[in-house]
């Protein structure tokens, strides 16, 4: 099995949730990072960064006691193409990379494991599908992507670029695969 990195994004402002920043949010008793960041350990695949940016002295506190790498985005505020560019930076030696929303608490280590499980050396990226909606977190082999990586801008991901590929592995997983916070009553819904 190959060395993974992984990824957690939290450097968004969350402005949908309102004033109070959503990484911080608890669903049962935790903050919404933290629980992101805890599957992404436990899913023992290798070293996890943290890319934090518009609430980062608040999202590092939050993660306490947690063994992890932490990146400072300073242009989190262009989008998310810059926090995903420097959590994969962050992580040069390690290829493919799980990359993890921080506002998906219902992902766990075996959504990560299935992920990692699931890919191959010819695939460009493995995604998990529910009711044939792709969704989070990815595996992204950046050897294969570098080239469309670098194109990426603004506040988007790579779904948009890896809907164009045809070496993009569906793993089918349940619905915590498409379950993520925006909003004070999305988490309400979680609960």
Known sequence: ???????????????????????????????????AAQAALASRLGPVAVVLGAHAPAVRAALDGLALTFIENPAHAEGLSTSLRAGLAALPERDPVLVLLGDMPRVEARHLRALADAYSEGDAA????????????????????AADLATL???R?????????????????????????DTPAALASLA
């Open 1 to 35: 099995m190959p060395d993974f990195g992984l990824v957690v994004l939290a450097a968004g402002r969350g402005t949908r949730f309102g004033p109070a920043p959503k990484l911080l949010a608890c669903l049962d008793g935790e903050p919404l990072v933290r629980r």
């Open 126 to 145: 493995v995604v998990p599908v529910h009711a044939g909606q792709r969704g989070n977190p990815v595996l992204l082999d950046r050897r294969r992507l």
């Open 157 to 181: 991901g790579a779904g948009r670029l890896l809907a164009r590929r045809s070496d993009v592995r569906e793993v089918p997983l349940d619905a915590a695969v498409l379950a993520d916070v």
């Open 153 to 155: 801008g603004g506040d």
